[in-house]
């Protein structure tokens, strides 16, 4: 299945898990490189939502005293800001979503070369772009975005193959892996674009 087609059967735990990766792998983004702990909290509640409001407030408030760099940091504070506090399948699918698209449009940022464009009519087109890949179209995608976008599968479809089962929690733990792979491809190729610009 696509990626659009596994976000709209996800369940609640693989709805809050897929949005709260993609907002794992992006905390590079803050100025200070991002704490992951601050999110660990909220993994806990993803099994089975217990406490979620509780924790997604605590993580909202220290995420405020993080530092954003850019325009494109601030997109990773608004990702947590956006996230729902009920533990409701709509609004989660809703935020897992608009996540998605964020985490890809971060990534296929660094695909572009330096000072290069967007073409085309800029941000609308770009965002028509996500949509189609996502759909599974993957012509044109970079390596950066072609890596997210498995990464955003992989992690959906193990969510989905233990849920409700006794392998439940390695399931959360195999997603937490893939997003720290990810937050760690992303810090490297942040690290390489800087020393390029020096």
């Known amino acids: 299945m696509s990626l659009l087609e596994l976000i709209a059967v996800a369940d609640e735990r693989g709805l809050a898990a897929s949005g709260l990766a993609c907002l794992d792998r992006c905390l590079p983004l803050l100025a200070d490189g991002g704490e992951p702990e601050l999110l660990r909290p909220l993994w806990g509640s993803c099994e089975d939502g217990r406490d979620w409001d509780t ?10 005293g993080e530092n954003v760099a850019d325009e494109t ?3 990773v504070r608004k990702m947590l800001g956006a996230a729902p506090s009920e533990w ?10 608009a996540c998605s698209l964020v985490a890809l449009e971060i990534h ?6 330096t000072g290069g464009g967007t073409g085309g009519d800029g941000v609308q087109d770009s965002t028509e772009q996500l949509k189609r890949w996502s ?12 890596g997210e976008l498995h990464r955003q599968i992989k992690i959906l479809e193990t969510l989905a193959e233990t849920a409700g089962t ?3 929690a390695g399931g959360l733990r195999g997603a937490l892996d893939r ?3 990810g937050r760690r491809v992303l810090r490297a190729v942040m690290s390489r674009r800087a020393r390029g610009r020096t």
Do not use: H, N
């Not at 296929?108 to 070369?113: G, M, N, S, T």
């Not at 599974?136 to 995608?141: H, I, R, T, V």
């Open 166 to 168: 006794a392998g439940s």
């Open 55 to 64: 924790r997604l407030t605590a993580a909202r408030e220290a995420m405020e």
């Open 135 to 146: 759909a599974g179209e993957a012509e044109g995608a970079g390596p950066l975005v072609a």
């Open 179 to 181: 997003s720290t792979e």
């Open 108 to 113: 296929r940022q660094f695909d572009i070369p």
């Open 73 to 75: 940091a601030v997109l």
């Open 88 to 97: 409701s399948a709509d609004p989660l699918r809703e935020w897992a979503r």
